[in-house]
């Protein structure tokens, strides 16, 4: 069964910094995008930040020059390094990565996009 297993949320005190990770796990082909969400309390969910496979990457403007997404291909891991953390960073934290598995029957395989549970982060003095 594939699995995104997500780390690292918490309290920090603004200003702070913090480092979530997410590992993929299970019968797993090929890795391809990987990538954050966040979302708010009323709020939608919003991207944060992706990595491609070959490691191009993308920041929502509100974190750009604060966050750095990376990934470890060996180690089908994704981290979201956060500094200069604001109040308004304030979410639950959602991994997402489009993999590549075995179809349930066996036949060939299929590209399909698995979610974390979510990791807390709350930036509060």
């Known amino acids: 069964q594939v699995q995104l297993v997500e780390s690292g949320g918490g309290l920090v005190q603004p200003g702070g910094a913090l480092r979530l990770s997410c590992a993929a796990s299970g019968s797993i082909s090929r890795v391809n995008t990987m990538g954050w969400y966040r979302q708010a309390p009323g709020k939608e969910r919003e991207l944060v930040a992706v990595?491609?496979?070959?490691?191009?990457?993308n920041y929502v403007g509100s974190v750009k020059g604060r966050f750095t997404i990376s990934r470890d291909s060996a180690q089908n891991t994704v981290y979201l390094q956060m500094s200069s953390l604001k109040p308004e960073d304030t979410a639950v934290y959602y991994c997402n990565a489009n993999l590549v598995v075995r179809r349930n029957n066996g036949l060939g395989y299929v590209a399909n996009d698995y979610w974390g549970q979510g990791t807390q982060v709350t930036v509060s003095s």
């Open positions: 990595i491609s496979s070959g490691g191009s990457t």
